[in-house]
């Protein structure tokens, strides 16, 4: 049977040693409290919502639209949390995308780094208007029930995540901003930091 995921991995002492050898790494599920650096961001399902252009840029092989972090071949991935309706993030959306711009065409980062948008509350049909109204150049994914926005401890919006893939699939939080956007250049150096650091 094939279910469409590229990455799956098998734990060869069943389900529950798996469940007490990696105990942060919980299913996508809600969180009481905001996720922080160093701990496991959880497997959530994500859903591609422009397969022309966000297939080619995220590097993704399978058929299946769905797909989990891990499976984006790429060392760190940002997540940025918005919503359509959110004042502030319709705000930043130009000051995103240079974010995008000056991440993608740096030397050390463009290969090892992709960016989300994750529509917070939002559908496909929104993501797909929000994304051509913007004209955002990377990729936006609904997360209409708000699964992913809660298995981070949801908050507030906007919000960024870095996150590292690492080897045993598992995605490690590096660093989290929460709120307003200040300066690009400065939260361009901020990830370049953490990046580097790793």
Known sequence: MRLGYANVIRYPAGYIAWREAYPDLQVCETRAHRLQPGQYFPP?????????????YL?????S???FLADVPAEFVL???????????VQEVDQYNRLFTLLHNDPELGPRLKMIGIGV??????????????????PLLP?????????????EIPLIYLVKILPDARVQVVL????????????FEL???AVVAQ
Not at 79 to 89: F, P, V
């Open 65 to 67: 639209a769905h797909f």
């Open 44 to 56: 959530c399902v994500l859903t591609v919502a422009d397969r022309s252009q966000d297939y080619a």
């Open 121 to 138: 509350g939002d559908t496909q049909r929104s993501v797909l208007r929000f994304k051509r109204s913007h004209q955002v150049p990377y």
């Open 176 to 187: 989290y901003h929460e709120g307003g956007l200040e300066n690009v250049e400065t939260l």
């Open 143 to 155: 997360d209409e029930r708000q699964v992913m926005f809660e298995s981070v401890g949801a908050g």
């Open 79 to 89: 997540l940025k949390y918005y919503g359509e309706n959110c004042y502030q993030c």
């Open 191 to 193: 990830i370049r930091k």
């Open 59 to 63: 590097g993704l092989e399978q058929e």
